[in-house]
């Protein structure tokens, strides 16, 4: 992998992140190295414990790698040290982040919710209420637009999730087990609506799970374990 | 930018109304504590401007007549009439007793009034002033006496023939006036049975009993059973005249205190009500640490339900600046719902207490200062506790 010129998408270049030091240090990723392009969606498996969620909180800059290199976007964000100074604002404007459950705001409601992150980016609210009602028509949840998040069904509380991890228009969307809680019609839906949204936006997506029913739909899966990845050719089964 | 606070708010605004409203209550004990220690220090003002003096006479080395007792001749207000800058004097006497009007009693101050100088009543809102020399009373409407009403103070009957309003003591206790003569007579005249009973002793008494002086023993069963004393002499000083040289000149001719309206201010004020100014201050001092423990409790409590939301907020890139200041502005939120409830049951109920209970708009004003001030402060911990939050504890 050339890593002196910026690639799009994601890139992971000899990623380590060691906890603790001394007799208890515990190295959580020893030598990991991914790359996803723009449009494109990826399986991240591995058993619990494996490394996955802090492979996602450091490429989600929510903890500090030990060494190695990251790009998210064209953009360096990590090489040795962070190479950003604002490290919410790069979450804020560059990664969506789909959790397992959708930890929608519940005093928000439906349209607000998803426009929040432009509001924070300081898109006036008109524009970003507009934005957000696009992608809601978009994610076939629209005529919930006025709801609270306790109205909504599961399948539609993650849709809105994914409606907000969107709203920025981020080149990167982390997804953490987004369809652990849905039944496998719900559950394949959300795999859809992701490609759907990785090709229109290209956007690239890193999706973490255990789940059987999804892992064959995608091209590519990065498999972890004991800290180190193994890129593997996926079914790509396509989502109907 | 949406609110999050206003949003939070509209969304649990029952829990956000019940906690306000309980909060409020505390505020409202809270304002009308302030109003009882206001109500009590106006009392005195109004001791004091209803008196109508410049001066008050009272015996020597006493601080009478109302923080303590004192006791004159009547005849001094003669001498005190004729000092350089004297415009008007007239005796007074003041005694708490239990007036009856029918077969209940109301709890009174009884005030003596010479009808030719100051001391009686400043402005009737019913009836009239009193004319006869005896039996007539202007009573506080507090008393809950109405116009014709025969009340009994002692062994004698009085009609009222007048109403007035704010006239009361430094206690609170509504005032009843009546003629000088008349009060002098309830209060230092004693009953039959004990003027009987010294007559009795003084005629067993060969000292004053004396075949050859027989006039001797009258003149002393006169003295015994007459009633010249008052408590005070009111004095309004001259226009032009410098109220402190008048008091020096009756202190250095006529053996008496005198105080002027200032020092009578600060006796009543400053000594006569201290402990209950402390009292109270001790009240609001632990009304406030309660009122702030409480705001911090319910906030501190408020933030650890959201802290998942918290977490996803900062993970998706919400500044600390904007959480802190939706903790903040909810912690102002409770307590301006509080305040405004406070206020609102303090001016409600202040009326039926049985003292006066005095709400100041200042008072108001630095209570709702106090209030978001302890708001601000109450929300601190929450605050902490929120900006601690690991942005990670969204994804698990």
Request: glycine share 8%.
């Amino acid at each position: 992998m050339n890593s002196s010129a910026p690639e799009q998408g994601i890139l992971i270049e000899g990623l380590r992140k060691v906890y603790g030091s001394g007799d208890t240090a515990v190295t959580a990723l020893r030598d990991v190295n991914m790359h996803v392009r723009p449009g494109e969606v990826v399986g991240l498996v591995g058993p619990s414990g494996s490394g996955k969620s802090t492979l996602l909180k450091c490429l989600g800059a929510i903890i500090e790698p030990t060494a190695g290199r990251m790009t998210l976007g064209g953009r360096v964000i990590y090489d040795g040290r962070w190479a950003v100074p604002d490290l919410r604002a790069l979450r804020r404007d560059q990664i969506g982040f789909v959790f397992q459950a959708p930890y929608l705001i519940p005093f928000l409601d439906v349209t607000d919710n998803v426009a929040l992150l432009p509001m924070l980016s300081g898109l006036p609210n008109a524009q970003a209420r507009t934005r957000a009602l696009e992608l809601l028509q978009a994610l076939d949840v629209a005529h919930r637009a006025s709801a609270q998040p306790a109205q909504l069904s599961g399948g539609e509380q993650q849709r809105v999730s994914i409606a907000r991890a969107l709203a920025n228009r981020p080149p990167v969307i982390l997804a953490d087990e987004p369809t652990a809680p849905l039944d496998s019609e719900r559950a394949l839906a959300v795999v859809r609506i992701l490609n759907q949204m990785a090709q229109q936006a290209q956007t690239a997506i890193i999706v973490v799970t255990h789940d059987e029913k999804i892992i064959p739909t995608f091209k590519r899966i990065y498999h972890i374990r004991d800290g180190q990845t193994v890129e593997e050719v996926g079914e790509g089964r396509p989502v109907t | 930018m949406i609110s999050l606070a206003y949003r939070d708010l509209r969304h649990s605004w029952k829990r956000f109304v019940f906690t306000g409203v309980g909060l409020g209550l505390l505020i409202g004990v809270t304002l009308t504590m302030a109003g009882v220690y206001r109500g009590m220090v106006d009392d005195a003002q109004a001791l004091l401007d209803n008196s109508g003096a410049d001066l008050w006479v009272v015996q020597k080395d006493t601080q009478g007549p109302y923080a303590e007792s004192s006791s004159l001749r009547d005849d001094l207000v003669h001498t005190v009439r004729g000092m350089p800058g004297v415009a008007a004097a007239a005796n007074i006497t003041y005694f708490t007793m239990q007036v009856r009007r029918g077969t209940q009693d109301t709890r009174a101050m009884v005030v003596g009034v010479d009808r030719q100088g100051p001391g009686g009543p400043t402005h009737l809102v019913a009836g009239r002033h009193i004319d006869r020399s005896h039996y007539e009373a202007v009573a506080d409407i507090k008393t809950g006496f109405a116009q014709g009403d025969r009340v009994r103070i002692r062994r004698h009957e009085f009609t009222v023939v007048g109403l007035t309003r704010r006239a009361v003591s430094s206690g609170g206790d509504p005032m009843v006036f009546v003629p000088l003569k008349d009060a002098q007579e309830a209060q230092f005249l004693k009953d039959n049975e004990a003027i009987l009973s010294d007559r009795r002793r003084l005629e067993a008494n060969p000292v004053f009993n004396r075949p050859g002086q027989p006039g001797l023993l009258d003149a002393v069963k006169n003295l015994q059973t007459s009633s010249r004393n008052v408590n005070a002499v009111l004095v309004r000083a001259a226009p032009g005249f410098d109220h402190d040289a008048v008091a020096a000149e009756l202190r250095r001719w006529k053996h008496v205190s005198v105080f002027t309206r200032a020092q009578m201010h600060d006796i009543l004020v400053a000594k006569l009500i201290a402990n209950s100014a402390k009292q109270i201050g001790m009240f609001l001092a632990i009304l406030a640490v309660v009122s702030a423990a409480i705001v911090a409790f319910i906030i501190y409590t408020m933030t650890m339900g959201k802290l998942r939301e918290i977490a996803v907020l900062k993970l998706i890139g919400t500044r600390d600046r904007t959480i802190a200041g939706m903790i903040l502005q909810q912690a102002l939120g409770l307590g301006l719902i509080g305040f405004v409830v406070g206020k609102l049951a303090a001016t409600l109920w202040a009326p039926a207490f049985p003292k006066f209970v005095l709400l100041l708009t200042q008072d108001a004003v630095a209570g709702l200062v106090v209030t978001l001030g302890i708001c601000v402060l109450a929300s601190t911990l929450a605050i902490r506790v929120a900006l601690k939050v690991d942005p990670g504890e969204a994804i698990g």
